[in-house]
Structure formats: C-alpha cells, structure tokens
C-alpha cells in the first residue's frame, strides 16, 4: 500500500473530493490540515510550488491537487501508483 500525506482545510471542497476518490479506492493517508497548523503551510509551499489545497504525495511522488489525482485515475495511471 501506498504512502499517501495530503496537505489539506476542511472547508475545501476539492480537498474533500481528493479524499473521496482515495477513500473510494480503499486507502488511507497523512492529513495536514493547514487550517489547524498554520505554520506547515509554508512547508507545503517549498514542498510543491503551489499555494493551493489540497497538494498530495504518494510516496515520494508529488501528485499536486484534486485535478491531478482525477486525471491520474481517468488515465488509468492512479491505481499502479498505490500499488492496486
């Protein structure tokens, strides 16, 4: 199984999304909620690039937000990135 960290708000509409569709696919992950712990946003940032949510890393593989992880998948390319 896939290591999966997710740099997240809440109130995100596509973060929810993002965590729909891993959730749909049985998977667990590592949520940052920048909300809740301000000072990892700009870890995110250095991390990414992006200053948007959600930003999200299979393994060591950034993904970046919900409109990559949905391409990925309508690709075909999601499911041998965790490993199913």
Same mark, same amino acid.
């Given at each position: 199984? #896939?290591?999966?960290?997710?740099? &997240? %708000? ?7 999304? #993002?965590? %729909?569709?891993?959730? #749909?696919?049985?998977? &667990? ?10 000072? %990892? ?6 991390? &990414? ?21 949905? #391409? ?13």
């Amino acid at each position: 199984m #896939a290591a999966i960290e997710i740099y &997240s %708000r809440g109130t995100c509409p596509y973060c929810v999304a #993002a965590k %729909r569709l891993l959730a #749909a696919k049985g998977e &667990s992950w590592t949520e940052v909620d920048i909300a809740a712990l301000p000072e %990892r946003r700009r870890e995110m940032i250095e991390r &990414s690039g992006r200053n948007t949510v959600p930003q999200i890393w299979i393994d060591d593989r950034h993904v970046g937000g919900f409109d990559d992880l949905a #391409a990925l998948d309508q690709a075909g390319e999601l499911d041998p990135l965790l490993g199913t």
